[in-house]
């Protein structure tokens, strides 16, 4: 019997997304002034360049409404990272058979591994709620590189994950 699940989770905005999309809107009016004190020689051009700036900034700042989404099939989760709802991009795939552990970040175990010297890249797909049950798996890329995976699956994708492997999930 073949597996399908799909969970979408909605990245929440944190410190880092406030001070840039404050930053951006700064920066547009500052680069407006500008415009509009120094360079009023451009016969009529800089209304449509501070319209361009207005728009430009606005893009920018559409770019931080973040969403992954889970695709558990068999043993593969493509997780992937859409962006305004408009552009999606494959973020991570994990086969489970290739885990090494999926374990709640409230286990010793994430410590442990979070803290290890020997995780080259952290895939961060989880949507920032302190509320949310988070779980971290660790595995091997293509590359060989050890990577840390931090995601809010549902009970059904750890079931699925607890029918390829077994022995590497741990409930606690």
């Known amino acids: 019997m073949d597996i399908f699940i799909e969970k979408l989770v909605a ?6 997304d406030i001070a840039f999309i404050i930053g951006m809107i700064c920066l547009t ?3 407006s002034f500008v415009i509009l004190m ?5 016969f009529g051009l800089e209304g449509a360049i501070i319209i361009g700036l207005f728009v430009g900034c606005f893009w920018l700042i559409s770019t931080r409404n973040i969403e ?6 068999n043993n593969e989760m493509d997780i992937d990272k859409i962006i305004n709802r408009r552009r999606r991009k494959r973020f991570v795939t994990v086969n489970a058979r290739k885990i090494d552990i999926l374990a709640p970040t409230t286990s010793p175990e994430y410590q442990r591994e979070s803290n290890s010297a ?20 660790t595995f ?14 549902n009970e059904k994708m750890i079931d699925g994950f ?11």
């Open 11 to 16: 990245k929440k905005r944190d410190g880092k």
């Open 38 to 42: 120094f360079f009023g020689i451009l």
């Open 162 to 172: 607890r029918r390829y492997a077994r022995n590497k999930v741990i409930d606690s």
């Open 140 to 153: 091997y890329d293509k590359d060989g590189l050890k990577c840390l995976l931090i995601f809010e699956p």
């Open 118 to 137: 020997t995780i080259a890249r952290t895939y961060n797909c989880a949507s920032g709620n302190p509320n949310s049950r988070t779980y971290f798996a």
């Open 68 to 73: 992954f989404e889970y695709s558990l099939t």
């Open 29 to 31: 009016l500052f680069l």
